[in-house]
T-cell receptor, first 109, second 114 residues
């Protein structure tokens, strides 16, 4: 089976930085995704890491360490619109995605 | 228009009724999936299909069935709905050629079983 863990909730102040950690133990690995999901809406793609290291995309960065089974999503210069759930997902051997339970981030003024 | 379209978007039904959720896509992707989402449990895979003649069970397929009528259409059926099938259901697609598994989601179908 797949085991993907991430914190349930995080709160941060507008303009601050938040780091969401994700650890995984899966049968096979073909990359790790981060999705953003606003309440009642569909998840939308944020990032994809398949090699170790940091991928930066504007205010969002994602890091992967395959040997440690660890990833994080870094959100910088937080804005109120960043209040959402952030889903960590691992692509396994046949490229199916298994999801963590999601981290709800609340941004306060 | 959305690339992945789900109907209905909202449905309230009673225990024992048969329900069908439909999904159609214009992305030209070969792979299609049905997930359900429950608070605190994240997205769980119900069924998936890698091609028109291919149907596979996911981690929580009991109580559900699917039909892949065409490359662009993938429907999910609940033969006899029960209250613990109340959830938000998502259809998704992916492109085999992309070799990543990235999913593209529909807008979701909220099902309530009374």
């Amino acid at each position: 089976g797949q085991n993907i863990d991430q914190p349930t909730e995080m709160t941060a102040t507008e303009g601050a930085i938040v780091q969401i950690n994700c650890t995984y133990q899966t049968s096979g690995f073909n990359g790790l995704f981060w999705y953003q999901q606003h309440a009642g809406e569909a998840p939308t793609f944020l990032s994809y890491n398949v090699l170790d290291g940091l991928e930066e995309k504007g205010r969002f960065s994602s890091f992967l360490s395959r040997s440690k089974g660890y990833s994080y999503l870094l959100l910088k210069e937080l804005q109120m619109k960043d209040s959402a759930s952030y889903l960590c997902a691992v692509a396994t051997n046949d490229y199916k995605l298994s999801f963590g339970a999601g981290t709800t981030v609340t941004v306060r003024a | 228009d959305a690339d992945v379209t789900q109907t209905p978007r909202n449905r309230i039904t009673k225990t024992g009724k048969r329900i069908m959720l439909e999904c159609s896509q214009t992305k030209g992707h070969d792979r299609m999936y049905w997930y359900r989402q429950d608070p605190g449990l994240g997205l769980r895979l119900i069924y998936y299909s890698f091609d028109v003649k291919d149907i596979n069970k996911g981690e929580i397929s009991d109580g559900y069935s699917v039909s892949r009528q065409a490359q662009a259409k993938f429907s999910l059926s609940l033969e006899s709905a029960i209250p613990n099938q109340t959830a938000l259901y998502f259809c998704a697609t992916s492109d085999t050629g992309a070799n990543t598994g990235e999913l593209f989601f529909g807008e979701g179908s909220r099902l309530t079983v009374l």
